[in-house]
């Protein structure tokens, strides 16, 4: 059997620029951060005790008999693409799926590596990253940009360079105490909404070229904020900026923000925090804002009718946790 463990992600700026839409044109960046929220990918051979071949646990259950019935469009593409048969697979995750913090595409990381293992065969982060970003941009044909499979596989605080060449992950190197100091002073809370971001994502790949001068202004914010952290700027800079980058982004289309989102941004805003945005491509999930820490409570209080998630930054990106592998023979070959 094997265990994979894999990261989620906050974006904090520079959402949108990864579009191939838009970078290839104009080169694009972000900044983001997985944290200690996972999801669970477990993979082991079936055993052939049942009338069926591959049996997958994830929000639904699927019993199989060849990788051509399998509804799950992500699974189904990565078994055939890695030639794999007769397995048992279970999902598991800390936290909701459609909830904007690339969930989707840490399961295909996370999966991946999962099949790789299975199969007693190494991959690099940047080899998992690039089959994620095959599998779900052309296998499944899903549209969206590519930092969050870049963000599941490598992990960590990075500033993603994204051309028409490919892509840079660059760590944004921090002191301990600094690293700290952001993460404590970030807030994140549950709107209890879920949305299919692809739906999202589509129609703003569409209208791409409407927003160009906005994406590219954005590309400019990656600059500016990288420049807060990596200085001894006061890291209040920071929230400000995420308010800018989020103002920017609402304004792009209609389906990024919501009437009840917009009602609990300006809630938090009102009680001090000094800004924030909601993760990911719009329409619910998480809202994440930078609050001092004497207002803390004051913004708790204020959007006290969301759940608040406590999290710390992670390094690791996906690893294999448990590895177990077993010998198998494909069925036409068994003696």
Known sequence: ???????????????????????EKHGGSVISATFDKYCYVSVRHLPRFFEYKTHLTYSGTEYVNVNDEIKHPAIREAMKYLDMHELRLTYDSDLPARSGLGTS???????????????????SKRELADDAILLERV?????????????????GLNRIDFSATGYEVNPIVLSKER???????????????SRYSSEIQ???????????KELI?????????????????DLSDFGRLLDHTWQLKRGMSEQISTDAIDHWYKKARDAGALGG??????????????????????????????????FDFENQGTNVVHYAPEEFVPEDLDA
Do not use: W
């Not at 595409?105 to 991959?123: I, P, R």
């Not at 899903?142 to 969050?148: P, S, T, V, Y």
């Not at 690293?179 to 909404?193: A, Q």
């Not at 994440?288 to 406590?310: G, I, K, M």
């Open 105 to 123: 595409s840490s399961f295909a990381v996370g999966m991946l590596n999962a099949f790789y293992a299975l199969k007693g065969k190494y991959k």
């Open 202 to 212: 589509e129609t703003f790949q569409q209208s791409v070229d409407k927003n160009e």
């Open 217 to 233: 202004e954005m590309v400019g914010l990656v600059d500016e904020a990288e420049s807060i952290l990596t200085s001894k700027t």
């Open 1 to 23: 059997m094997i265990i994979t463990q894999t990261p989620f992600r906050m974006s904090f700026f520079g959402g949108g620029t990864d579009f191939p839409g838009f970078y």
């Open 139 to 155: 296998l499944c044909g899903e549209a969206g940009g590519i930092q969050d499979q870049i963000a599941a596989a490598f992990g």
């Open 277 to 310: 945005k909601l993760l990911g491509a719009g329409g619910g999930g998480f809202l994440l804002f930078y609050v001092d820490q004497e207002q803390r409570d004051a913004v708790c209080t204020a959007l006290s009718d969301l759940l608040e998630v406590p």
């Open 179 to 193: 690293k700290e100091h952001l993460s404590d002073n970030l807030i994140l809370f549950f709107t209890g909404f």
